[in-house]
């Protein structure tokens, strides 16, 4: 089993920056992809960003990228999700999710690719 605890959600203002962190349980941290999903108010929960096993590829949604940054610590079994220049349509329930050990070099973008998941943090931003 793997627990995730999210953390670094908040209410900003458009323009500003947030950066949240996703802490994984377990000794398989390392073996396994991470990714970021989010879930607006009345919409399905949408892909955000996802990171292998090793750090060495990343996948971002189109909307997203330039803005948002993944990165992992398999030391610290933390992985953090730098999101710049936010807008209101950024604007979610941000969940951290973990992929099965040991499965294909290149992260999912899929939620069923992900069996674990943390309970969410508010990012709320406005204009």
């Known amino acids: 089993q793997v627990q995730l605890v999210e953390s670094g959600g908040g209410l900003v203002q458009a323009g500003d920056s947030l950066r949240l962190s996703c802490t994984a349980s377990?000794?398989?941290?390392?073996?396994?992809?991470m990714g970021w999903f989010r879930q607006a108010p009345g919409k399905e929960r949408e892909f955000v960003s996802a990171i292998s096993a090793s750090g060495s590829i990343t996948y971002f949604k189109d909307s997203v990228k330039g803005r948002f940054t993944i990165s992992r610590d398999n030391a610290k079994h933390t992985v953090s999700l730098q999101m710049n220049s936010l807008n209101p349509e950024d604007t979610a329930v941000y969940y951290c999710?973990?992929?099965?050990?040991?499965?294909?070099?290149?992260?999912?973008?899929?939620?069923?690719?992900?069996?674990?998941w943390g309970q969410g943090t508010q990012v709320t931003v406005f204009s």
């Open positions: 999710a973990a992929g099965r050990p040991y499965d294909l070099p290149s992260p999912g973008r899929r939620q069923y690719e992900y069996p674990y």
């Open positions: 377990g000794s398989t941290f390392g073996t396994r992809a």
